[in-house]
């Protein structure tokens, strides 16, 4: 990920840009190529690029979209839109995980798995993604933004592996 991407998106989150205008945004961007270009291309005059998203982009967004193009970022706007997300989950006490799994948990094990996961990381709501994953012979595997714990019996089994080569 590139840094000046996270930066920005600390940025427009520090502006209040509303979430639906940044989406709005990073959507006319990514679906037109020919705008995306022209944002892009160091030829096209400054004023005509501000012109553009005057016309195109709704007012909350258009200063901090001027001020991409004039650093030569507007190709960042998809990486700072993902990370926009993640700071504003973040600040509303929600997170997300993967639950990696063999066999599909019961309905009570994933909220065991949740209730263990919002008080391990004091978070008020998580999201939690379900993968099945049949290499994983048994048990689990759960990733966070900052974490992976692995309680499979291929993770352990690799474990062992590694103990008895370090012997």
Request: with cysteine; aromatic share 4%; hydrophobic share 35%.
């Amino acid at each position: 990920m590139d840094q000046r991407a996270i930066n920005y998106a600390k940025a427009v989150f520090s502006l209040n840009i509303p979430e639906q205008d940044l989406s709005a945004a990073k959507d006319i961007i990514c679906s037109s190529p020919e705008l995306a270009e022209v944002l892009r291309d160091p030829s096209v005059k400054r004023t005509a690029k501000h012109n553009i998203i005057d016309r195109i982009f709704p007012g909350s967004v258009r200063n901090f979209l001027k001020l991409l193009t004039d650093n030569g970022s507007s190709g960042l706007i998809s990486e700072i839109h993902e990370h926009y997300m993640k700071i504003k989950a973040e600040s509303d006490g929600k997170m997300s995980a993967e639950l990696i799994y063999c066999d599909a948990p019961s309905e009570a094990q994933l909220e065991s798995i949740k209730a263990k996961l919002l008080k391990q990381y004091g978070k008020k709501s998580i999201e939690l993604k379900l993968t099945c994953d049949k290499s994983l012979i048994g048990g689990f595997v759960i990733k966070t933004a900052d974490e992976e714990i692995d309680r499979s019996i291929k993770g352990r089994l690799t474990e062992l592996g590694q103990k008895l080569i370090r012997r």
